[in-house]
Nanobody, 126 residues
Framework: QVQLVESGGGLVQAGASLRLSCAAS????????MGWFCQAPGKEREFVAV????????YYADSVKGRFTISRDNAKNSVYLQMNSLKPEDTAIYYC???????????????????WGQGTQVTVSS
């Protein structure tokens, strides 16, 4: 069992940056795949980024490539999402997600993850 808590959201203007954090309790992130998803009003929850446990490879949604960076600090039980050049269409609630390490893909689907945080609101004005 692992509990996830996101923080770092806020209201910013287009072009600004934010750094979201996800902290774990209950157990460490060791051995877990970690992802970020977002959900805008009236829309489905969508994949943003993932960082793999074993390889540390990262994958991103096309809409955020070159602007967002996912990273992890295992010693601090934390995962981060650096968000640069924010656009109004990035406005959403951002969720941290975790699942015990596994082989293969599926990381872009919400069904792949077992644990979710409560979300943090990101609002980008034009």
């Amino acid at each position: 069992q692992v509990q996830l808590v996101e923080s770092g959201g806020g209201l910013v203007q287009a072009g600004a940056s934010l750094r979201l954090s996800c902290a774990a309790s209950g157990r460490t992130f060791s051995g877990y795949e970690m992802g970020w998803f977002c959900q805008a009003p009236g829309k489905e929850r969508e994949f943003v980024a993932v960082i793999r446990w074993l390889s540390t490879l990262t994958y991103y949604a096309d809409s955020v490539k070159g602007r967002f960076t996912i990273s992890r600090d295992n010693a601090k039980n934390s995962v981060y999402l650096q968000m640069n050049s924010l656009k109004p269409e990035d406005t959403a609630i951002y969720y941290c997600a975790a699942v015990l390490r596994k082989i293969g893909g599926g990381w872009a689907s919400t069904a792949w993850y077992d644990y979710w945080g409560q979300g943090t609101q990101v609002t980008v004005s034009s």
